[in-house]
């Protein structure tokens, strides 16, 4: 059973740095064809995808945010960490950590249950 | 690529039928020759679902009730009978190109 769990800090200030870990289960970052994606929603608004990292550490950001963003993974820890610098209030979300496989190519199949970042001073 | 869905809120009766249509701004048909077109339920407090992958492929559990279709720029989600649980917000996502793109999203909701 693939399971996903977002985890970082619920406040952060602006121009702090944001550092979120995905702990997953139920699959492993090795195998060929899997990868963990990062998408937020702010407040009553719709989803925006952040970052995706394959497999093969393959590594993809969305333009709009790629000067802030870095995503890596720990393979022998099971995660998957999104840090993301200079925040600002509008970056007010809730973060999910979505998983990607072969199986069911580019589209995201699994997904955590979210975590709600505030940002203000 | 931008995704635009509509209509952004479609109140249904109980048992009838709903259609969420979605039109990206560029061909999605990959250089594979698949379309990366999904489409995710959101229930009110709850992450999103994947509903359906390339188009009109479910995926595992969603009930038959539930169907894609469309092609190029046109994509179609219809749901046969709309049952109490169907209410939440549909979002249809293109994953063809980076970056991965969502639409506004669609509010159902009983009347």
């Known amino acids: 059973q693939i399971t996903l769990k977002e985890s970082g800090p619920t406040l952060v200030k602006p121009t702090q740095t944001l550092t979120l870990t995905c702990m997953f289960s139920?699959?492993?970052?090795?195998?060929?064809?899997?990868?963990v994606g990062w998408i937020r929603q702010p407040p009553g608004k719709a989803l925006e995808w952040l970052a995706l990292?394959?497999?093969?550490?393959?590594?993809r950001y969305s333009p709009f945010l790629k000067s802030r963003l870095t995503i890596t993974k720990d393979t022998s820890k099971n995660q998957v960490v999104l840090t993301m610098t200079n925040m600002d209030p509008v970056d007010t979300a809730t973060y999910y950590c979505?998983?990607?496989?072969?199986?069911?190519?580019?589209?995201?199949?699994?997904w955590g249950q979210g975590t709600l970042v505030t940002v203000s001073s | 690529i931008v995704m635009t869905q509509t209509p952004l809120s479609s109140p249904v009766t109980l048992g009838r039928p709903a259609s969420i249509s979605c039109r990206s701004s560029q061909s999605l048909v990959h250089s594979d020759g698949d379309t990366y077109l999904s489409w995710l339920q959101q229930r009110p407090g709850q992450p999103p679902r994947l509903l359906i992958y390339k188009i009109s492929n479910r995926f595992s559990g969603v009930p038959d009730r539930f169907s894609g279709s469309g092609a190029g720029t046109d994509f179609t989600l219809e749901i046969t009978r709309v049952e109490a649980e169907d209410v939440g917000v549909y979002y249809c996502?293109?994953?063809?190109?980076?970056?991965?793109?969502f639409g506004q999203g669609t509010r159902l909701d009983i009347k």
């Open positions: 139920g699959f492993s970052l090795r195998t060929s064809g899997v990868g």
């Open positions: 990292i394959y497999w093969d550490d393959d590594k």
């Open positions: 996502m293109q994953a063809t190109q980076f970056p991965i793109t």
């Open positions: 979505a998983h990607s496989r072969a199986e069911y190519p580019n589209t995201f199949d699994l």
